[in-house]
């Protein structure tokens, strides 16, 4: 099977598991749809229950509900830090690659033979060692043979390393070496230098490690010191020495250049050298060696190897050893003997040095030379063959011991077989040659390891072979699918694979056209570019670019292998100019379009993944580059990408948002003339207006991946648009009353009488404050303000002469700078909606996003003045918070506005004599203009400069975070199984087994009373009393939380505190609603704040581990006169949907799968929203109570979704509490409101009510409702709790106490029961949480 079927079948098995890295399902795209899906799943879990009634499995498909929210690698990390770039992310300088190529330039031969004349210090046996570079020297006068000898060393030399200048210089003076040496440094220049000397016929070097040569009459034998030899060839050099007794040569050197140190210097570093034997050894005599075996085992290794082994072999006997000289073939030609053994030796030996030598040391000897790589492949021949006659070859750098590496005998084998055919290949040339079985085997050992390997254990020492591999046409496809199935194991193998060398060959690979190895490259490249960016530049070097281009644009690849192509291609346009033009050239941006346009209309359901990065490639092109912007615009860039702002998946929305974001200019391109800016300019602005609508309508989605996206393309369209914004800023900024403005609007002119209110500007509609549409005449009357001069912002730079500057500077600048703008502005309106835009952001509910949005205001002139929450320190429980604020106001000059302070609107009549406390402020950025050296930190609190358009301005731009991102999606294994899932599904099993012996005990047990004693009592420290709680289901934990939105997770039945935290630091009205998302899995904690905000925590009952999932802000505006949101909440696990409302005129309908909002539901109803309740088995049912007593049932599935309204309570008090009535019953409901009434309804035979309960005379404050048994729980303000069956029974009361523990007890703020078990947890205006259970179970 291909890999690219491969992946394709691993992909469709990855998607449907639970615990998918980053899977795209469609399961929510039509809710009844979704419903069905995941019906049908819940039936096939719950057959592994029980008895398998159907009864049991009815049970297990309604309660159980099978969808998984916010497990996307998106979720993996805290929502504040995982899109910053993550440490995966940041690839550091790639070890892999080498610092320089060498090459070899020269090679100078020094033979000292003296033949005929043995030196004195050596006793030759009889018969003796005689062939020299495979001759013999006494088979011709000894001139000729020594002639001939150096011609055939250089002839075996050349073989290595053809283009070198050799030199041969035969039984020389001391003064022709010196001459040599320096005329082969004077060709050399800088590349490297090969000394070779051979001195079997001089005495042995001395113990000073001086050489001999001779004197001109060859009456005398000359010592040649080392330190002249080095002084002639400089460095980088290699020193080969054949003689006995080298290693005297070597230790010289060593103590030359003092390599015993550790600050050895850098020129000794490239200092090479072989030595045949040790200090004491002398050479080989025997006969059945050459005289120069260390020199033949370097140069001639095939033949020395093949030698060596007949004659310890059985094949000696039938084969005849001068065979050997003839065995047919060349050595690079792979299709023959000699070829394959040259390849099969290549193989071994590298793979021996791979798995033995330490990697950096590898690199440098066999990957930097190829002379030099040769030289040490045949080092390790010669170290077992010279070792088989006691002889020791010492190099430097000193290699392991690697003669008994057992892949030797994987080359005896191999040159046995080889061996065994080659009688018949010489005898009949026209026989046909049978391959060696070794490279198929060792693939076959390489495929065992990827199956049982990891990167745990020991790397698989085939990988060199693997390498060689590639080179062959027959064995390539079967080598690419098994290395891409290594590179898939992770950034380690990928490292591994690089430090081999399999770079060159992969790229070299490009240039086929071979079909079959299409698919397989791309994934190979998707995963060295996803570890090493800085291969853009070879791929562009080498034209390898339209290799993927090609592959992108042909027919029949699957979308997840084009993803991968296009991800090649993003990463070779990334930050690369020569990447971005020479993809332009080759049309990327009309082969990417064509295929946004084409998934649109045709295929309802395109790969995500695809689209994802198609927009990021076009993003990538187009980013920073003109010319390719102008493109873009001309090919309708804008139109294609639009649509995919509402696609399912965040991730294809933020990609889109990108590619939209980097298609505006900012304006640092100064090259282009003034006559080509007139030319494109109607064009440019249009087009800039249409992406910037479009991005402004995702303002407020409910990914901050999309959110962060949209802050900075906002921040590049400021840039570009600075002085525009600043005009629609202070417009907007305006006072309602234009009589109540004498100078600039501060607050000592705002005291008109009766109606002079500071007005709210909510961020969500974000209202202008004036429809005064005129720019302020500035005047210097500003100092009569009180506040002008007293330091209002706590040291800010507010004095009367700043703010002067400040708001006159905004109207000259935009007539002088922007005088070229002027005649093509944007509609104002445009500029207003940007600027709220730049509000809602800097105030998101996420971090990170507010910080990215404050940046943004920064760039208009609008800073941030850091404002310390209001808390009382010393609680109990809590992680430690940072020094500073993250989250800090706004300000504007020498005027209060209340920015919607945490949705906490002010409003007063006389000037304040201190500041109110808010925590969102509004200034003028001014004194920066003069202090630019207060920028020093990024994070000290202040706004950027006034920006110019210069160079260094560049960094004070926001970066997008969703390339980097979701480049780390390629960094994982992309074919892995489903190991970890399978763990998932064996707990969650587990969980359901729980969950469905308790809801069986709920439903038929009979509950008499609930104890009026609770089992446990926790005093949370809650100073404003509990706001509301929740129980953990399956472990003894309840989680409360307070009107400061401080959370705190309790084990009642430890009486320990497991964590507490703050939901954010700048808290307005308290948290409206806590949720468990995924309760049957791990579960995450939804808290939703009274503002709509919401935001949702991992590892919440881990003390200082709480990490926040995600976060948005679930309703957009409120109704005309509305003070607060008053927002509420309900999550439904069945759908996947979150349902808010509040005092807005619609129920927005969130699917948190997809983190969009769906809907808006009109509420059609004129008062707010005061309780929503979401069916817990019927997904797509919703109940919703009104202030006015009212209640409405919708179908959010049907296209009219208002199913029926009543008004069941007579008196017009709100709503307080609202619940579906536990079992199977689609829309039987409990409804109690404010007056003390509780009505039980069945909506969908009557809208009249069947039961009525008058609880509490006008104190109603709290309902509960059991998920599974027959018991409601009332409270009231009168300290009471009451307890009722469905069929309006008493079961009991439980009173609070005038005092407990010496603690006033306050009313009863919130109940909620446990969904499994028959525990409520009631939480109280004081700071008490109580848990109880009824009397027939164990008091714990």
């Known amino acids: 099977m291909a890999l690219g079927d491969l992946m394709v079948s691993r992909f469709s098995q990855s998607s449907v598991s639970l615990a998918s890295s980053h899977r795209y399902d469609e399961d929510c795209v039509s809710s009844s749809h979704g419903d069905s899906s995941r019906r049908k799943d819940s039936e096939a879990t719950s057959s592994v229950y029980g008895n398998g009634t159907t009864e049991r499995a009815a049970t297990s498909m309604a309660y159980l509900p099978q969808t998984i929210v916010l497990r996307e690698l998106r979720h993996d990390a805290s929502e504040a830090s995982a899109l910053l770039g993550t440490s995966e992310s940041i690839v550091l300088a790639p070890k892999w690659r080498l610092k320089e190529r060498m090459k070899t330039g020269c090679v100078a031969l020094v033979m000292c033979l003296n033949i005929t004349v043995d030196p004195p210090d050596v006793i030759k046996i009889s018969p003796c060692a005689r062939i020299e570079a495979w001759i013999d020297p006494f088979s011709m006068a000894p001139p000729k043979a020594l002639e001939t000898i150096g011609q055939n060393l250089s002839t075996q030399y050349e073989r290595w390393q053809p283009r070198a200048r050799y030199k041969v210089q035969l039984d020389p003076t001391s003064e022709e070496v010196k001459k040599l040496c320096l005329t082969c440094r004077k060709y050399a220049k800088t590349e490297r ?134 065995i047919p073939g060349r050595q690079n030609d792979r299709k023959t003997l000699l070829g394959e053994l040259n390849w099969i030796f290549t193989a071994v030996t590298d793979t021996i040095a791979w798995n033995v030598l330490p990697h950096e040391l590898f690199q440098r000897l066999f990957r930097q030379d190829l002379l030099v790589a040769s030289l040490f492949r045949n080092f390790l021949l010669a170290e077992r063959i010279m070792r088989s006659a006691n002889c020791n070859p010492i190099s430097h750098p000193m290699l392991p011991p690697t003669h008994q590496h057992h892949m030797w005998d994987a080359w005896d084998m191999a040159a046995e077989i080889c061996l065994s055919h080659l009688p018949q290949l010489v005898l009949d040339p026209n026989a046909e040659f049978q391959p060696s079985p070794f490279f198929t085997e060792q693939l076959t050992a390489f495929e065992v390891w990827l199956d049982h390997g990891s990167e745990h254990k020991k790397p698989p020492e085939q ?119 020479a993809c332009l050239e080759a049309n990327l941006i009309g082969v990417c379009l064509g295929h946004l346009e084409a998934s649109i209309p045709s295929d309802p359901q395109p790969e995500p993944l695809f689209l994802q990065w198609l927009c990021l490639c076009l993003g990538k092109l187009w980013e920073d580059f003109m010319e390719a912007q102008i493109m873009g615009r001309e090919a309708n860039a804008f139109q294609k990408l639009a649509p995919l702002l509402s696609e399912p998946q965040p991730e294809v929305r933020a990609a889109a948002v990108f590619a939209l974001g980097t298609l505006l200019d900012i304006g640092f391109d100064s090259s282009k003339s003034v006559v080509e800016d007139e030319f494109d300019d109607d064009e440019k602005i249009r087009a800039e207006e249409a992406i910037i609508k479009s991005l402004l309508d995702v303002v407020s989605d409910g990914s901050p991946l999309v959110r962060a996206e949209v802050a900075v393309a906002l ?268 763990e998932i599904v064996t707990k969650r099993e587990e969980k359901e087994k729980i969950a469905l012996d308790h809801i069986a005990t709920c439903q038929h047990s009979s509950i008499s009373k609930l104890s009026n004693n609770p089992i446990a009592n926790w005093d949370t420290r809650f100073e404003t009393g509990t706001k509301t709680a929740l129980l953990h289901p399956f472990s003894p934990i309840v989680v409360a939380a307070d009107e400061n939105e401080r959370i705190r997770v309790w084990n009642y039945e430890e009486a320990t505190l497991l964590n507490g935290f703050d939901n954010h630091d700048f808290p307005d009205k308290g948290i409206s609603k806590l949720c468990l998302v995924n309760e049957l899995d791990d579960s995450f904690l939804l808290v939703a704040s009274c503002d709509g905000s919401v935001r949702i925590w991992k590892n919440y009952a881990t003390k200082g581990k709480q990490k926040l999932v995600t976060g948005f802000s679930s309703i957009q505006g409120h109704k005309p006169g509305a003070r607060d949101l008053n927002a509420v909440v309900d999550w439904q696990q069945q759908s996947g949907y979150l349902y808010a409302s509040g005092e807005v005129s619609t129920v927005a309908l969130w699917d948190l799968e997809k983190e969009q909002l769906l809907r808006s539901i009109p509420s059609e109803s004129e008062c707010g929203v005061t309780a929503l309740s979401a069916s817990q088995v019927h997904g797509g049912q919703l109940a919703a109570g009104f202030a006015d007593g009212s209640l409405r049932l919708y179908d959010i599935r049907s296209p009219e979704p208002l199913v029926c309204a009543t008004r069941p309570h007579q008196k017009v008090e709100r709503v307080v509490g609202l619940s579906f009535q536990p079992g199977l019953d689609l829309a039987k409901v409990v409804s109690a409101s404010q007056a003390g009434d509780i009505q039980f309804l069945d909506l969908r035979t009557t809208k009249e009510t069947y039961l009525t309960i008058d609880a509490h005379r006008g104190s109603l404050t709290a309902l509960a409702v059991h998920r599974h048994a027959p018991i409601i729980a009332s409270g009231s303000a009168k300290q009471l709790i009451k307890v009722f069956s469905l069929q309006g029974e008493q079961l009991g009361i439980i009173r609070y106490y005038p005092s407990f523990m010496a603690q006033k007890i306050g009313s009863v703020s919130c109940l909620t029961f446990h969904p499994y078990q028959v525990l409520l947890a009631a939480g109280a205006a004081d700071s008490f949480v109580s848990v109880y259970t009824h009397d027939n179970s164990q008091a714990r």
């Not at 770079?503 to 996803?530: C, D, G, S």
């Not at 730049?838 to 404002?867: W, Y």
């Open 463 to 581: 990988l060199p072979i693997v390498l060689q591999i590639l080179l062959s046409q027959c064995h390539r496809f079967r080598a690419l699918v098994l290395l891409g199935r290594f590179l898939d194991m992770g950034s380690w193998a990928v490292d591994l694979a690089l430090s081999v060398g399999i770079f060159p060959y992969v790229l070299k690979l490009l240039q086929t056209t071979t079909n079959e190895l299409r698919q397989i490259l791309v994934f190979i490249w998707t995963k060295i570019l996803a570890l090493d960016k800085s291969c853009q530049i070879d791929l562009v070097k080498d034209g390898g670019h339209t290799y993927f281009i090609r592959f992108l644009d042909s027919s029949g690849a699957f979308p997840e292998q084009r993803a991968m192509a296009a991800f090649v291609l993003a990463v070779i346009v990334d930050g690369h100019r020569r990447g971005q033009e």
């Open 715 to 982: 921040a590049r369209f400021a840039f570009g648009h600075k002085q525009h914004l600043k005009l629609a800023a202070s417009s907007y900024w305006k006072p309602q009353s234009s009589s109540l403005l004498t100078s600039l609007p501060s607050i000592a002119k705002l005291h008109d009488a009766g109606s002079a209110k500071l007005v709210s500007l909510h961020m969500s509609p974000l209202t202008r404050a004036s429809t005064d549409s005129q720019p302020v005449a500035r005047e210097a009357k500003i100092s009569s303000s009180p506040l002008g001069s007293a330091g209002l912002m706590n040291g800010s730079p507010l004095s009367d002469d700043s703010s002067l500057h400040s708001d006159s500077g905004i109207m000259h600048d935009s007539v002088s700078n922007g005088a070229v703008h002027q005649q093509r502005l944007l509609d104002n309106a445009v500029y207003s909606q940007c600027v709220r835009a730049m509000f809602a952001l800097a105030k998101d509910p996420s971090p990170r996003i507010a910080s990215l949005g404050r940046r943004v205001l920064s760039i208009i002139g609008i800073e941030q003045v850091v404002a310390k929450p209001s808390k009382p320190t010393g609680r109990l429980g809590e992680a430690a918070t940072a020094s500073h604020t993250p989250l800090t106001g706004l300000a504007r000059s020498s005027s209060w506005f209340d920015m919607h302070a945490g949705n906490l609107p002010l409003s007063f009549r006389t000037p304040p004599v201190s500041p109110p406390r808010t925590n969102y402020l509004l200034r003028r950025v001014c004194s920066l203009e003069f202090k630019p050296h207060l920028l020093a930190s990024p994070d000290s609190g202040l706004a950027d400069p006034p920006l110019g358009i210069s160079g260094s301005e560049r960094s004070l731009l926001p970066l997008s975070t969703i390339y980097s991102w979701s480049c780390g999606h390629f960094s994982k294994p992309l074919l892995g199984g489903t190991d970890a899932s399978q």
């Open 193 to 326: 230098v090969l000394f070779h000397y051979n001195g079997h016929g001089v005495p042995k070097p001395t113990s000073n490690g001086e050489i001999w040569v001779f004197n001109k009459s060859y009456t005398q034998y000359i010592p040649l010191s080392i330190s002249e030899l080095d002084s002639w060839l400089k460095t980088p050099s290699i020193y080969v020495f054949d003689c006995s007794a080298a290693r005297m040569i070597l230790n010289a050197f060593a103590e030359l250049h003092d390599w015993g140190s550790s600050g050895s210097s850098g020129s000794s570093r490239d200092c090479i050298l072989l030595a045949a034997c040790d200090v004491h050894e002398t050479l080989p005599q025997s006969v059945e060696f050459p005289a120069d075996v260390f020199t033949a085992c370097l140069t001639t290794p095939i033949k020395m190897a093949l030698k060596w082994f007949c004659r310890r072999s059985l094949l000696k006997e039938i084969i005849d050893e001068t065979l050997i000289d003839r």
